[in-house]
């Protein structure tokens, strides 16, 4: 890494933190699986301050939602996502994220959001996903992720922390 960018980095992760105001860090996430195309649909709400630190983070540069392009901050964060919200089929296999797009609160509140949309083909049946979300748990040790998951008539709320941030979820077909 050359010695500017090392210095940005450093600078970056320094000053964040203190323009970190809130202190609940929590993640909320639906998910609705649609048997017509096959995909779980996933909207998931995050703080914008703490996006950009996981992504500053990840890429060892300065990430903005308003300052860095687009195409490069959706490369990021759809990196990211794959490491951290992690569906594995019944084969074993995981499968992977079709990014949808974003969609930014006001950046003008103290705590802004964004909600990120995606989606996750399941080529092998639904029954017996393992659903990994560990959002921001990298950041926090009391990060958790809430997701509330419904296929057809069939509702459950997941509740995901840095410990236990896996399960094994049975949708109906």
């Not at 048997?35 to 992504?55: I, M, Y």
């Not at 092998?124 to 419904?150: E, M």
């Amino acid at each position: 890494m050359k010695r500017s960018s090392f210095i940005a980095v450093l600078t970056a992760l320094l000053v964040v933190p203190c323009l970190h105001a809130h202190s609940l860090h929590q993640s909320t996430a639906e998910a609705e699986y649609n048997p017509k195309t096959q995909k779980l649909e996933v909207s998931l709400t995050v703080f914008v301050n703490d996006l950009e630190l996981a992504l500053i983070r990840q890429s060892e540069r300065l990430m903005s939602i308003d300052k860095t392009s687009a195409a490069e901050f959706d490369a990021q964060m759809q990196a990211y996502l794959a490491k951290t919200f992690v569906v594995t089929e019944v084969t074993g296999k995981n499968a992977k994220i079709d990014w949808v797009g974003r969609e930014i609160e006001s950046i003008k509140t103290d705590d802004p959001t964004v909600t990120l949309y995606f989606e996750v083909p399941l080529i092998a049946c639904p029954s017996g996903i393992t659903i990994q979300h560990s959002v921001l748990c990298d950041l926090f040790k009391d990060q958790t992720n809430l997701l509330h998951l419904r296929s057809g008539e069939h509702n459950m709320e997941l509740r995901f922390t840095r410990d236990d941030n896996s399960r094994k979820v049975e949708l109906p077909e």
